[in-house]
T-cell receptor
Framework: DGGITQSPKYLFRKEGQNVTLSCEQN?????MYWYRQDPGQGLRLIYY???????QKGDIAEGYSVSREKKESFPLTVTSAQKNPTAFYLC?????????????FGPGTRLTVT | QKEVEQDPGPLSVPEGAIVSLNCTYS??????FMWYRQYSRKGPELLMY????GNKEDGRFTAQVDKSSKYISLFIRDSQPSDSATYLC????????????FGKGTLLTVNP
């Protein structure tokens, strides 16, 4: 089955620790995205990548980092510099260019930092 | 002014009702208008999209865009309990503009 997988589903960390969230897709999509969703908020774009070895900051990139070494993978690291890391994190992918509005989402990772 | 405004609800309706969900946006350059459905604790899924103005129908769902008033709507006819979810509007400039700007989402509950 084609799709996007995110792991783990739930993640707990202590404050001050960096944590990496996994995102893998087998849809052969060029573009990948990371969003953050908080209660009562829409999805906010953290980072996106249109092609391997290239990525751009979204609206709320501070305290996060990404890499795109393979087309299929786009891991997100939540660093200790992120002031409010507890949130629901969603990874998405799309075909580049004209159809980039049609984004396919993974099941999400719920991160809790205490 | 936020780029996309969406009434968060919650909205509760009886089974069989017609549901109207709405968003307004501020940037007239936006070209693509999407509705995503998100079940609790899941990722969103694309329900419908419309390019520019007009209506688009898919089964019980109709998406409507009025670019003159910067207003988009999603209508659900004969609503079912399985339609209970959060509905997110999203807009995009299209082309090389990869960004989607999302509304906050409206939580809909359809009661049997």
């Amino acid at each position: 089955d084609g799709g996007i997988t995110q792991s783990p589903k739930y993640l707990f960390r202590k404050e001050g620790q960096n944590v990496t969230l996994s995102c893998e897709q087998n849809l052969n999509h060029d573009a990948m995205y990371w969003y953050r969703q908080d209660p009562g908020q829409g999805l906010r774009l953290i980072y996106y990548s249109q092609i391997v070895n290239d990525f751009q900051k979204g609206d709320i990139a501070e305290g996060y980092s990404v890499s795109r070494e393979k087309k299929e993978s786009f891991p997100l690291t939540v660093t200790s510099a992120q002031k409010n890391p507890t949130a629901f994190y969603l990874c998405a992918s799309s075909i580049s260019g004209h159809s980039s509005y049609e984004q396919y989402f993974g099941p999400g990772t719920r991160l809790t930092v205490t | 002014q936020k780029e996309v405004e969406q009434d968060p609800g919650p909205l509760s309706v009886p089974e069989g009702a017609i549901v109207s969900l709405n968003c307004t946006y501020s940037n007239s350059a936006f070209q693509y208008f999407m509705w995503y459905r998100q079940y609790s604790r899941k990722g969103p899924e694309l329900l419908m999209y419309t390019y520019s103005s007009g209506n688009k129908e898919d089964g019980r769902f109709t998406a409507q865009v009025d670019k003159s008033s910067k207003y988009i709507s999603l209508f659900i006819r004969d609503s079912q309990p399985s339609d209970s979810a959060t509905y997110l509007c999203a807009i995009s400039g299209g082309g090389s503009n990869y960004k989607l700007t999302f509304g906050k989402g409206t939580l809909l509950t359809v009661n049997p």
